[in-house]
């Protein structure tokens, strides 16, 4: 009974880490554009530092056969695309202001972020 209480304990650590702790190391944008891939449940990679008021051209490569897989949203930029399996998408973001701008699936299940700065 004590093992069962200790396992669900670190079920829920585990989780909790997961979802609202972890933060990813970041990667730099350079030459304005970068590749992201959707695989496995994720986004990778899943932080991503732009410079303030430069363009920049992300592309997408969605390899993951989830329909959640399939919807990008950018919500303060008002930007929701259809990524396409096992093909390259570009999305253009325009030059930005300093500050963190999530990005994510419909259920927002795959999560990552554009830290411009």
């Not at 970068?34 to 530092?49: A, L």
């Not at 303060?76 to 998408?89: G, H, Y």
């Amino acid at each position: 009974m004590l093992f069962i209480n200790i396992a669900g304990i670190a079920l829920i650590a585990l989780i909790v880490w997961w979802f609202w702790l972890y933060e990813p190391a970041e990667k730099q944008a350079e030459e304005g554009e970068i590749v992201i891939t959707v695989e496995n449940g994720t986004y990778s990679p899943s932080r991503i530092k732009v410079r303030e008021g430069k363009p920049v051209e992300l592309k997408f490569l969605r390899k993951d056969q989830s329909p959640c897989s399939e919807t990008l949203l950018i919500p303060k930029l008002e930007i929701s695309e259809t990524l396409p399996s096992n093909k390259l998408k570009q999305i253009q973001i325009p030059a930005l202001e300093p500050g963190e701008y999530d990005f994510h699936c419909q259920m927002q299940m795959y999560r990552g972020k554009l830290v411009v700065g």
